[in-house]
């Protein structure tokens, strides 16, 4: 049986299903669909097999409640030879609640010469490492994962592989942008998250790439937190099975009542 999609599209309607709530408000969207939705559209209407989403910013400053109709609009800013620009907004009920840039830039050769970049991780493959007994580690059934090294909130490294184990809108299998899109969120959590649990909530994501991923697993690896007066800053380096893909960065503010550490028992 297939997982139950994250939305139902009724033509330029996308209505949310119960599995697309958050953790924070069990009546409001998760952030990761939201980015996902915004990167869905996009795509759809503005992208092309020539050009990369290179970078992808979605500003979430309200919370979308879960029974609401979804609108999303998109406006070409700028639609050069290798340059292409767009922004969209996200609508519930008729009300913005986030919104999109995204720039897609195309394909074409790297210049001669070599250029110094970070090594590949040396992280196990997705089918060597057994699946997690702990269902809070994938939201009960929202992505599935593979732990590399370290937990939400440990005091080291943290390595993690994510996949999607369902479609974000119902009949349209995620494309490799919208499956890294939705991951993308992923990187406040795991970031931010401290002893005590998450106490972070993120109002915004960067996400950048070079490339799109070639597989369903999507790894992360924490590279980055700090925070001073309740504002917070996270990164992870995000690959696949072939390597390095991009970065996701993220802003966030403090919550007063933390998420508990899924890791605690």
């Known amino acids: 049986m297939k997982n139950q999609p994250f939305f139902i599209r009724d033509h330029d309607i996308f209505r949310p299903t119960e599995i697309a709530n958050g953790p924070w408000d069990h009546k409001s969207l998760h952030g990761r669909v939201i980015i996902g939705l915004l990167a869905f559209v996009i795509e759809e209407r503005h992208g092309a ?25 998109t406006r070409l ?12 907004e996200f609508l519930s009920g008729g009300v913005s609640m986030a919104r999109a840039s995204c720039q897609l830039l195309r394909k074409t050769q790297n210049p001669q010469g070599r250029i110094w970049s970070p090594p590949n991780w040396d992280a196990p493959k997705p089918a060597d490492i057994p699946p997690p007994t702990d269902p809070r580690l994938g939201m009960h059934g929202k992505w599935a994962t593979r732990p590399i090294v370290g937990h939400m909130g440990s005091l080291g490294p943290r390595r993690l592989w994510m996949s999607e184990v369902r479609e974000l809108v119902d009949g349209s299998p995620p494309t490799p942008f919208v499956r890294v899109a939705v991951a993308a969120d992923f990187a406040s959590p ?5 002893e005590e649990g998450l106490g972070f909530i993120n109002s915004d994501v960067t996400l950048y790439l070079h490339r799109l991923p070639v597989k369903e697993w999507i790894g992360f690896e924490v590279v ?9 800053i996270g990164e992870c380096w995000l690959y696949d099975e072939e390597g390095p893909i991009g970065t996701s960065t993220v802003a966030a503010l403090s919550q007063r009542k933390p998420m508990p550490n899924p890791s605690k028992r």
């Open 77 to 88: 800013v700028r639609d050069g030879l290798r340059i292409r620009v767009v922004e969209a």
């Open 190 to 194: 795991f970031a931010n998250a401290g």
């Open 49 to 73: 097999a020539d050009f990369v989403p290179a970078r992808l910013t979605v500003d979430m400053f309200r919370l979308p409640t879960i029974d609401a109709p979804i609108e999303v609009t």
């Open 224 to 232: 980055n937190h700090h925070s001073t007066d309740g504002v917070a």
